[in-house]
C-alpha cells in the first residue's frame, strides 16, 4: 500500500472527532522528506485551538500508523491570537 493511501486511513480513524465539531482535513502533499502537509477544513480552518488539535491527534495518528512520516504540517494554521479566530459553537 502507498505511503498516500496509509495516511488517508490513519487520518479516517481520526475524521469522526473532526467531524463532530464541523470540521475535516484534506491532504495537500506529502513532500520528499515524508511531511506530510494538510489543509484544515470547516471549522477546523478558524478555530484558536487547530495546533493542539493537529498536534495532539493528527499528528500522533499519522505517526502511530505510519512511522516513515517525519513530520505534520499544516498550510493553513490559524494562529491562537488571531482576531478572526473562531472556536465551534459546541465548545463556546
Do not use: F, H
Amino acid at each position: 500500500m502507498d505511503l498516500l493511501k496509509r495516511v488517508e486511513i490513519a487520518l479516517d480513524t481520526i475524521r469522526p472527532y473532526l467531524e463532530t465539531d464541523g470540521g475535516n482535513v484534506s491532504i495537500e502533499e506529502i513532500t520528499p522528506e515524508n511531511i506530510v502537509r494538510l489543509r484544515l477544513l470547516g471549522s477546523c480552518g478558524s478555530c484558536p485551538m487547530s495546533i493542539m488539535t493537529l498536534k495532539a491527534g493528527i499528528e500522533q495518528a499519522i505517526k502511530r500508523a505510519v512511522p516513515e512520516i517525519t513530520g505534520v504540517e499544516a498550510v493553513n494554521l490559524t494562529d491562537i491570537d488571531d482576531p478572526a479566530a473562531v472556536l465551534p459553537e459546541r465548545l463556546q
